[in-house]
């Protein structure tokens, strides 16, 4: 593991590891393990393996590789306590041992990407979310997070910004986003169903924007994107008028606040995670501030996207309201974004050789 993650996984560590003592000794089964944030989730457990727990916690990972990459999981392939299993996880699983922890992180998340996989897409969110839900019912898993997104409320009015949990949503259900926007909807409701049929104790997580070491460079989401170009000496490219806001969190921040929802017994509850401590920045703001911090006058340019869909039924603004996870699970972002970009910028050169 490379210092700049080995160094937020201790510090995730550190802020979760009273509540992870649970984990010792069981069985956790991560899907989407060599992507970018069950990578983490990876990592932070073979960190309490290799620090913490006498009796290791076993990690299953399911993933397809169709858009995660197997290196993000080197240094685990040859753990006893690690098990790999290529495996779509739109299709039926079975594990001849317990499963007690499940985290469904197993899905096309970038827009450029699950516009061009939108039945595989829904596949994971549907299908896959059933599935894994049937095997947590038939193990009696202890705890299932879900891993949604805050794009189920769409594009929401001002007056639900910053956006609270009740937020119902203003999401097209025929565009370009709606594979991943809707099948994130109704994977919700399917976690739902089960947590009210059957009292299987689901959790579900709304992410606003995570970055940080991990996202792949080519990954299309917008700040690799900038960070891609900014490192090759290329001007910046914003394929829309660059008046869009988000607030982004930092992948450390994010990740202790997602194993916090997990290791609760909050069940049946919905929390949004991310990082409302700095407002909402434009797209032009971003773009800016990652030109300052790299250190590159590369310049900026707008101009449209070769995916003509690129904009369509992009939120305007997206910022989360967070009083929930605060009050209920004492969570508390706390990098803010020049030294999230500092960390991750580091990381891209570090890891892309730039
Ligand atoms: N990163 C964010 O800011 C963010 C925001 C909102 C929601 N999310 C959600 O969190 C989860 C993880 O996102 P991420 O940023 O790590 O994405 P990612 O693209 O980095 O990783 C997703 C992983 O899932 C795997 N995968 C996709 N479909 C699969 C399938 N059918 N079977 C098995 N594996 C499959 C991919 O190969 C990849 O390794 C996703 O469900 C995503 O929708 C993330």
Redesign the pocket.
């Known amino acids: 593991m490379d210092t700049i993650i080995s160094q937020d996984v201790e510090n995730i560590a550190s802020r979760i590891k009273d509540d992870a003592a649970i984990l010792e000794g069981k069985n956790i089964l991560v899907?989407?393990?060599?992507?970018?944030?069950?990578?983490y989730f990876l990592d932070v457990i073979a960190f309490f393996n290799e620090h913490h727990f006498t009796e290791p916690c076993k990690i299953i990972c399911?993933?397809?590789?169709?858009?995660?990459?197997q290196k993000?999981m080197a240094g685990l392939l040859e753990k006893d306590y690690f098990e790999f299993i290529k495996?779509?996880?739109?299709k039926p699983f079975s594990y001849d041992g317990p499963i007690d922890f499940i985290v469904?992180?197993?899905?096309?998340?970038?827009p450029t990407?699950y516009r061009q996989y939108p039945l595989?897409?829904i596949?994971?969110?549907v299908l896959?979310t059933r599935y894994l839900l049937e095997l947590a019912k038939e193990k009696k898993t202890r705890s299932f997070l879900f891993?949604?997104?805050?794009?189920t409320y769409g594009d929401p009015s001002p007056e639900n910004i910053p956006t609270p949990e009740t937020y119902r949503g203003n999401v097209s259900f025929t565009g370009p986003r709606a594979c991943?926007d809707e099948s994130?909807r109704l994977g919700e409701t399917l976690c739902m169903a089960f947590w009210q049929q059957y009292g299987l104790p689901v959790k579900i997580a709304?992410?606003?924007?995570?970055?940080g070491p991990?996202?792949?460079l080519d990954?299309k989401?917008v700040l690799p994107d900038f960070v891609n170009n900014v490192l090759h000496n290329k001007p910046i490219v914003i394929h829309s008028d660059g008046k869009a806001t988000r607030t982004f969190?930092y992948i450390s921040d994010?990740i202790a606040g997602l194993f916090k929802i997990l290791l609760s017994d909050f069940n049946g509850e919905a929390f949004n995670v991310g990082n409302d401590t700095q407002g909402e920045i434009s797209m032009l703001d971003l773009a800016k501030m990652v030109q300052d911090i790299s250190g590159k006058n590369v310049g900026i340019l707008h101009k449209a996207s070769l995916d003509k869909n690129y904009v369509t039924d992009n939120p305007q603004r997206r910022a989360p309201d967070l009083s929930k996870i605060r009050r209920m699970l004492n969570y508390q972002p706390s990098i803010d974004l020049k030294t999230g970009l500092q960390k991750s910028i580091a990381w891209y050169k570090d890891n892309y050789h730039l």
Do not use: Q
């Open positions: 899907t989407g393990g060599s992507g970018f944030l069950g990578g399911l993933d397809n590789l169709i858009v995660g990459d993000r495996h779509d996880i739109s469904h992180a197993a899905s096309v998340a970038s990407y595989e897409t596949d994971a969110n896959g891993m949604s997104t805050s794009e991943y994130k709304r992410p606003f924007n995570f970055y991990g996202l792949r990954d989401r969190c994010a």
